[in-house]
Every structure is written in structure tokens, then in C-alpha cells.
């Protein structure tokens, strides 16, 4: 309706309508009589299309309301106006009176949609009354219903009670029969009872003993597994504190020395599955509540940006535990290899196997992990940093994460960690949320730490950054991401000499074990 205002305004059709009405009072005993009807005429058209877009602008007005929209005001004042204009004689001829107006002629047509309109309001009362009739029958006859479902109940109660009774009864009378039959039992084979009890005696004397030789053997093999490991730990203080000389030959094949390191002795293989899980938990949360706070440390050195330190630290634990279980499998299949020949055909034979990992676990390779943990990092396209890092800082970090996750493949059934991915919906069973994280964001921002999994159970929960938006303001530009060498050797920069020396130190970066 504001555009139609609008156009007519902007039209100045009154103003040329008001000039041309003075114009042709000026000129009208001027002009011949076709001149004066011309004029006339002229302005009867230009009436005409203003009164044509006034029409149009009073029906849009009213249709914005409804249907019914002003229709009062249509009624008191636009009506009598047509009823006026067009009925009343413009020649001079009186006003029938006769003739009926058009508001007597729209109050009769009210009047009978009216009529219509009532039959049905009461149609509509009548059925309501019949369905309300309807409705207190349906709940008189569910009151009903739950009185007979009462008796019912009460009935089979008592049913119930009265089989109970003869249940107890015939046990009863059971109990007394059994007793009977025992005591006559009893009188007739009396010597041979008193022989068999020897017996008895006896073979429970010989499984107590036999309990207790286990029980002794165990504990020795325990005391044994327990100062073998305060041996290592002594050695690796101790290798610790004196430099390490070099290692001048590594064995032809590994399968060839999988088989010549030792024999199987009662050392960690001895220990139950329950207390390795609980030993390896431990350590796992430790590198979280320990190592990674140092990895965070060094890294803050060189990098400012909080979001960054966690990603690389999350990646290189992500990147540790596939590495290792890939090398375990290795470790594995060179294992059976090596005992194909000394044990083939065995029942136990895959349990000979994994009782030899568990012995054998320090001639795994960790250094080779850390190697291959680092190239994938370099080709990784989330983490960008300034060129003067290198990943050589996290160097004992990944080292730790490999020999938990190394150590965790040997569990029945093995612990491994939950994949996690930028964008997940944010799940509380999984990870919980860091301090500095939106609380009402519904997705994970990026991930701090990976949640520990048991097959499809979750051991330990991780962390998680989320935020509100975060994702259309993170978008990272491709030129940022440096060209770096897949080479885990660490650059001569004044940050990373420190790691060089203890990288490049000549005896190999390993589990504080020797080498495989």
C-alpha cells in the first residue's frame, strides 16, 4: 500500500489538476465551446485515474486486516457516498424512495448468514452434549473395570498363598523322607563311610600341600620379577649418570636374535594381567599429568600460541600409539618365526608367545618408533609453527608413548585409544572439557589428550577444547605451512642444540633396555 502512496504523490496529479483548473478559468470566455469541453473532459480523465488509484489503495488498506478488514468504516461512510452518487438523480430527478438503500440491503443479507450460522452453533452444542454423555459412560465403565481387576488381584493373591503353603508342606514331608532314607544309609554302610572319610582326609592333606607349593613358588617367582627389576633400575641410574659407550655391532637378523637373547625366566610373565593393566594405567596417566605438562614447557619456549602446543603434543600421542602397535605386530610375527621350530605343534604354542613378548619386552625398538613418529609429524598438514622448532624436542615424550602403548598390545584384550577427529559431537562418556572451553558448545574444537579404550569401553577419559564458532574463524591459509625435510635429525638453531647432544649421544635412545 506504501508503494501505491508513494507513486501517487510522486505523479503530482492534484497539482497539475489545480493548475489546469486556474489555467482554464483564465481562458475559459476565451476559448469556443469544443475548446471549453475539451478542457473538461480532460480533467473529468485525470480525475478519473487519481480517483482509480485511491479505489486501488482502499482495497489493499482493507485486505491487510482480513477479510473483514474496516469494514465498519466502509459501511458508515463509503456506502452512503455510492448510495448518494449513483442513486440519487445527477440530472436533477428526485430520489426514489421506494428504492431500498444498500445499507438495508447488506443489514437483510447479515441477517440471513446469520440464520445459518446459529443452526450450526447449535448442532455443534448438541453434539458436544452427546459426546460428553458419551465420555462420563466411558469413565463409569472403567471405574467398573478397575473394581473387577481389584477382585481379580485379590483372588489370585489368595490362590497364590494357598499353593505356597502346600509347596512348603511337600517339602516338608520331603525333607523327612530324605532323612529316612539317610539314616537307613547310614546303618548299613557304616565301615565303608569311615574309610572313604580317611580317604578324603587324606587327598585334602595332599591338595593343601600342593596349594601351598604354589603359593610358594609363585611368591619366589615374584620376589624373583621384583629384584630383576630393581637390578634394571639400578643399571639404567647408574647408565644414567656415566656415558654410555658406543655400540659397534647389531646383530645379522632379527629373528636370529629373538631366539639367542635368553630363555624364558620367571620375571614379568609371572605377573597376572591385572597387576601390568594397572602398572601401564599408571604410567599412562602419569605422561598425561607429567610429561606432557614438561612437552607443553619446552615447546612454549619457541611457540606462544597455547592451541598450537596442544595440537603438536596431541598428534605425537596419536601418531606414538599407531606406530607401536604396527611394531608390535612386527615384534610378534618375528617372534613366532624364531619358535616355529622349538614349539611347533604345541597346544599353548600362541601362549608361549605372548608369555616371550612379556619376558622380552626391552628389545623393542624405540628409537625406530621415535623416527617414524617424527616423519609423520613433519608431513602432518594441521600442525604450522615457526621454522626454528623442530619436533627432535619431543624426542622423550614420544619414547615414553611408545613403550606404554608398545607395553599395552601384550594386555588381554589390548588398550588402544579412541579416535578422535575436529568437528565430533562432544561426548561426556569420552573426554571431558578443559577450563578454558565454551560450555555450551555442542562440537570439539581440537582435542588435548585421547581417551583410553577397552575394546568398546572407555578406561581413562581425555580432553577436549570446545568452542562456539571457533570453526568459520579457524580457518588456516595454505602458505603458512613450511617445506620440512622428513629427516627426524634435529637443526643447529639455538633451540634444539641441547636435543641434538642427547640425540645424537652414541649409544641409541631406547626404554632405558638394550636394543633389538
Known sequence: ?????????????????????????????????????????????????????????????????????????IKSRLLPWLEASFTAASLGKPVDSNVPSLQDTFDKEKQRES????????????????????????????????????????????????AEEEINQLKKQLKS???????????????RSEQRSSEKRASDRTEVMSGYEKQLRTLKDEIAVLSAEKSALQGRSTRSRSPSPPSHTRSASPSTTVAKVRTPSPNRSKLSSVAR???????????????????QCLLRRCIDKAETVQRIIYIATVEAFHVAKMAFRHFKIRVRKSLTPSFAGSDNFEDT?????????????????????????????KISFPPEVDFCLLTDFIQ??????????????????????????????????SYDSDFTAPLVFYHVWPALMENDCVIMKGEAVTKRGAFW???RSVSRCRSRSLSPVC???????????????????????PRF
Open 1 to 73: 500500500m506504501a508503494e501505491n502512496l508513494k507513486k501517487l504523490v510522486s505523479t503530482e496529479s492534484l497539482r497539475s489538476l489545480q493548475e489546469k483548473l486556474e489555467s482554464w478559468l483564465r481562458e475559459y470566455n476565451t476559448n469556443s465551446c469544443d475548446q471549453n469541453l475539451n478542457r473538461c473532459l480532460e480533467l473529468i480523465e485525470q480525475v478519473a485515474k487519481v480517483q482509480g488509484q485511491l479505489f486501488g489503495i482502499l482495497t489493499t488498506t482493507a485486505q491487510e486486516e482480513g477479510n473483514y478488514g474496516g469494514m465498519e468504516i
Open 115 to 162: 440464520v445459518p450460522r446459529n443452526r450450526d452453533l447449535q448442532q455443534l452444542d448438541s453434539e458436544l452434549s452427546s459426546t460428553r454423555n458419551q465420555l462420563n459412560q466411558v469413565q463409569d465403565d472403567l471405574a467398573e473395570t478397575e473394581k473387577t481387576l481389584e477382585e481379580t488381584k485379590n483372588r489370585s493373591a489368595i490362590s497364590l498363598l494357598a
Open 177 to 191: 523322607l530324605q532323612a529316612q532314607e539317610e539314616a537307613r544309609h547310614r546303618s548299613t554302610d557304616h565301615p
Open 277 to 295: 593393566k594397572a602398572a601401564l594405567l599408571s604410567r599412562f596417566s602419569d605422561a598425561y599429568s607429567q610429561a606432557r605438562l614438561d612437552a
Open 353 to 381: 608367545v605372548a608369555d616371550y613378548i612379556v619376558c622380552h619386552l626391552d628389545l623393542y625398538d624405540a628409537q625406530s618408533s621415535v623416527n617414524d613418529v617424527i616423519r609423520a609429524m613433519n608431513v602432518n598438514p
Open 400 to 433: 615414553e608413548i611408545c613403550c606404554i602403548a608398545f607395553a599395552m598390545q601384550t594386555l588381554e584384550p589390548p588398550l588402544d585409544i579412541a579416535f578422535g577427529a575436529d568437528g565430533e559431537i562432544f561426548n561426556d562418556c569420552k573426554y571431558r572439557r
Open 473 to 475: 574463524n579457524s580457518v
Open 491 to 513: 637443526p643447529r638453531s639455538r633451540i634444539g642444540l641441547s636435543t641434538m647432544s642427547r640425540s645424537r649421544s652414541p649409544s641409541p635412545i631406547r626404554c632405558g633396555l
